[in-house]
DNA sequence: TCAAACAAGTTTGTAATGCAAACCGGTTTG
DNA sequence: CAAACCGGTTTGCATTACAAACTTGTTTGA
């Protein structure tokens, strides 16, 4: 039923939860200097576990935020990740919603 | 099953999940500048709904980062919320590690 | 007068999420 | 050629955020 007039809650959250999970900040920050790493190296990085990161990288990708390809080396699979124009611009808003937020 | 986590310092430099999370640190913006707030001027000024703001309190209560009181103002009832001195301290703490974070 | 509406929260049910263990296909080693 | 190893992915589980439903008490109004 339609009911209660509480406050509507602004849909305008405005923090992106995509890049406000601490495990995936953290593989935006790396990727987002780098500008390319490999799983191996983000996992050594970022100290999280192979699922987690496999979970989080596939969740990124989803949303467009990475962009995952993979290629064999004499092989032996490699998997390169790398953050997509989408992922830096959102990252970059990210940090200055945080900003104003925490006023800095 | 596990019980208690009373009083675990963040001691790490990592991310408190307690402020972290949008809701919450919205809550504590509000108190850390009002330094006391009732429960329905907090209903306003997040957006959240009342069950939503009434749990998050009381994770918030149970870990020491607020104070919650009672009282009756002519027969209503009346909920303020305070930061206390360890919230105040985690939420310094916790705008320190994201600055850091962010600023790389 | 007393029931219906309202106010201020709390409790409950559920879907989404994060996490690590278990698993998997291929490769190297002993 | 089996066992260990690598680079990941999938699965199962525990936690969480969220809003609906409930509760307790007060005001309104017919």
Redesign the pocket.
Known sequence: ?I???ETI?ESN?SID??IH????LKIILYLYVVESA???YL?RQTG????????????LEHNGYVE?T?E?L??????LISLTERGKTAFEEYRVVIKEMLNY
Chains 1, 2 share one sequence.
Not at 21 to 24: C, G, I, K, L, V
Not at 48 to 59: D, E, R, V
């Open positions: 039923m009911e209660n007039n809650p959250d939860r995509l999970e601490p495990a995936r490999d799983f191996v996992l999280l576990t192979k699922g987690n990161l496999s979970a989080h990288l596939q969740k995952i993979k064999f004499n092989r032996i699979p490699r998997t």
